[in-house]
């Protein structure tokens, strides 16, 4: 019995990726690893998501061997210091006042595998970010519309990113979570493309 094309699997709990996985027209299933993250000042900013997005990605992958998993990892740097999800509230205030006035690196390393075809691809995507200078009030409100807890460098640059951002240079979707362009050209790769709209 002559088998179909693989299946997309999103290897990620995040409503981001999900939500451009979407809107780019991939159709996909949705398996969260349950890895632990590193964020260290033992990795680069490079090194800590390429690592990151490989382990959730061969977690997913050994049980699903026969389809393409994608996953992926984000994280900030500020001047040589990664900076990943905050643990509380105080902590994404203070990272918040830390990024105020600065531009800041924003990397996302993507891992995509076809354990039962052997094949592999993984690639990170680099992109610069220009924060306003912003007053404890505005990150106080801010921090009052979103949850920063899910989120590397505790902001998010869709819906309310105008409020703290003044400028990307490069991949927005990048900084979102999922570089598009060079993913959906990845995933082209592997027999999996986007539905186009009738």
Same mark, same amino acid.
């Given at each position: 019995?002559?088998?179909?094309?693989?299946?997309?699997?999103?290897?990620?709990?995040?409503?981001?990726?999900?939500?451009?996985?979407?809107?780019?027209?991939?159709?996909?299933?949705?398996?969260?690893?349950?890895?632990?993250?590193?964020?260290?000042?033992?990795?680069?900013?490079?090194?800590?998501?390429?690592?990151?997005?490989?382990?959730?990605?061969?977690?997913?992958?050994?049980?699903?061997?026969?389809?393409?998993?994608?996953?992926?990892?984000?994280?900030?740097?500020?001047?040589?210091? +990664? !900076? =990943?999800? #905050?643990? $509380?509230?105080?902590? %994404? &205030?203070?990272?918040?006042?830390?990024?105020?006035? @600065?531009?800041?690196?924003?990397?996302?390393?993507?891992?995509?595998?076809?354990?039962?075809?052997?094949?592999?691809?993984?690639?990170?995507?680099?992109?610069?970010?220009?924060?306003?200078?912003?007053?404890?009030?505005?990150?106080?409100?801010?921090?009052?519309?979103?949850?920063?807890?899910?989120?590397?460098?505790?902001?998010?640059?869709?819906?309310?990113?105008?409020?703290?951002?003044?400028?990307?240079?490069?991949?927005?979707?990048? +900084? !979102? =979570?999922? #570089?598009? $362009?060079?993913?959906? %050209? &990845?995933?082209?790769?592997?027999?999996?493309?986007? @539905?186009?709209?009738?």
């Amino acid at each position: 019995m002559k088998r179909g094309p693989p299946r997309l699997v999103l290897a990620s709990a995040s409503p981001r990726r999900r939500q451009l996985l979407a809107d780019g027209g991939f159709a996909f299933k949705i398996i969260a690893p349950n890895v632990a993250e590193v964020s260290s000042r033992d990795f680069t900013l490079c090194e800590a998501t390429s690592w990151n997005a490989l382990r959730k990605g061969l977690v997913v992958a050994r049980d699903q061997p026969d389809d393409v998993i994608l996953a992926a990892d984000t994280l900030v740097e500020l001047h040589g210091h +990664v !900076i =990943g999800k #905050p643990a $509380d509230r105080a902590e %994404a &205030a203070r990272i918040l006042r830390l990024l105020s006035g @600065r531009t800041h690196s924003v990397a996302s390393s993507v891992f995509i595998g076809h354990l039962g075809g052997g094949k592999s691809e993984n690639f990170t995507v680099l992109s610069r970010v220009v924060f306003k200078k912003l007053t404890d009030r505005a990150i106080k409100e801010y921090l009052a519309e979103l949850d920063p807890l899910d989120k590397a460098g505790a902001y998010a640059a869709q819906g309310t990113g105008n409020v703290v951002i003044a400028r990307i240079i490069g991949s927005r979707s990048n +900084v !979102i =979570g999922l #570089p598009m $362009d060079e993913t959906s %050209a &990845a995933l082209a790769r592997f027999g999996i493309r986007a @539905r186009l709209c009738a």
